[in-house]
């Protein structure tokens, strides 16, 4: 590893003098020497600064340059540091690593190299001398000089106010009885000079003799399918008035066999093949229909069997899985062959959004050679009305 010696001789500033020029980059020159003889050739330096000779915190951020020129040992570098590396008057001290492109690690030059008072002058980009003005600063800054000044430095009276419409954070308003347009004044304004007085609409109402305002807060859901009740409730329509929707028609067109019934039997789940008006309330899978809004409806259910034998068939309405209503069944052998046994169903129900309809049929044929067929022929079918 090769032994490096560096010493900084000049700090050449590239900023102007003026203030209107300035920057806060600095040249940095420096001599290298690479062993005993003066360097020559690229090198690649790092450079970081210190609060400290040794040690210490470092401040702004690292600086790296990968192609440093190195002419008889001289070399001169851009740094900047930014101007908050110099905004107080402590001491800095510049640590330096250098190293020929080929070898793998940098050497770090000691000592550290102190900075003279020259970089400070980059304080000049917010000098605490000038961060406010002197009480001596009488009249000292006119009208081209200035280009807005903060709402909220201003205090007394503003004499000869042409506008007001973008006086928005005004605290005040009662004196400004000569401006010309007030449009986006905010705050309180007294009602003598055209405001309410107060900071709520409660207690602007009050100011200006207005009476109390009356409000609801009704119980319930408001949606497009309730109405407000005079005890101030959202209500569902309970029917009526022209207002009934048919939710569902569907019939079987194909042949079911119900299973053998008797004491203990389980009814069969009726599966109506063929929907002929689908719901636009709730949702049909074929046997099960999912409730889509809560209210009245009127449920109607045929079920006719195929069968010679005299058997009836008795239709069961149920909510959720659970039997709620059993229908009636009929058969007589004089009626229309094929047709014998059937059961019948009609009634008005209240249900809630989400539940679930369904219907089963129960044989009441307890002899297996003579299980019953519902009929595939349509005549076996549902209906639901939404009221």
């Known amino acids: 590893m090769n032994n490096y010696i560096t010493f900084a001789f000049l700090l050449l500033f590239?900023?102007?003098?003026?203030?209107?020029?300035?920057?806060?980059?600095?040249?940095?020159q420096g001599k290298l020497t690479d062993g005993a003889s003066a360097a020559n050739g690229t090198y690649q330096m790092t450079f970081k600064l210190y609060d400290a000779v040794s040690g210490g915190a470092q401040v702004g951020s690292t600086i790296t340059n990968n192609s440093v020129t190195v002419e008889n040992g001289v070399f001169i570098v851009p740094l900047d540091f930014g101007a908050p590396a110099f905004s107080s008057s402590a001491d800095r001290f510049l640590e330096i690593a250098v190293k020929k492109p080929a070898e793998g690690s940098f050497t770090t030059l000691s000592p550290r190299q102190p900075l003279t008072s020259a970089p400070y002058s980059l304080r000049t980009l917010s000098a605490a001398s000038a961060d406010s003005l002197s009480a001596a600063c009488t009249g000292c800054v006119t009208d081209a000089q200035i280009d807005s000044v903060s709402g909220s430095k201003v205090t007394g009276t503003v004499a000869s106010a042409a506008s007001a419409a973008s006086a928005t954070n005004a605290t005040n308003a009662t004196n400004a009885t000569s401006a010309t347009t007030a449009g986006n004044v905010t705050g309180t304004v007294a009602v003598g000079n055209g405001g309410t007085g107060a900071t709520s609409a409660a207690n602007a109402r009050t100011n200006l003799g207005l009476g109390t305002l009356a409000t609801v807060s009704p119980t319930g859901t408001g949606n497009s399918t309730t109405f407000l009740r005079g005890d101030n409730t959202w209500a569902v329509p309970s029917g009526g008035g022209g207002g009934s929707t048919v939710e569902l028609i569907a019939a079987k067109n194909a042949l079911q066999t119900l299973s053998t019934g008797g004491a203990g039997a389980t009814p069969d789940d009726v599966n109506f093949q063929n929907t002929m008006t689908s719901p636009t309330l709730g949702s049909w899978d074929g046997t099960?229909?999912?409730?889509?809004?809560?209210?009245f409806y009127l449920i109607t259910v045929t079920a006719v069997h195929n069968t010679t034998s005299v058997i009836t068939v008795v239709?069961?309405?149920?909510?959720?899985g659970t039997t709620v209503l059993y229908g009636v069944g009929m058969q007589n052998s004089n009626l229309t062959s094929g047709t014998i046994g059937r059961g019948q169903l009609t009634a008005v129900v209240q249900l809630t959004a989400g539940q679930q309809v369904k219907i089963k049929v129960a044989n009441t044929n307890t002899s297996v050679a003579n299980t019953i067929t519902l009929t595939g022929d349509g005549t076996t079918r549902l209906a639901i009305v939404k009221l």
């Open 14 to 28: 590239s900023f102007c003098l003026t203030a209107f020029g300035q920057s806060t980059a600095f040249n940095y």
């Open 288 to 295: 099960t229909y999912t409730v889509g809004q809560t209210g």
């Open 315 to 320: 239709p069961q309405l149920l909510v959720n």
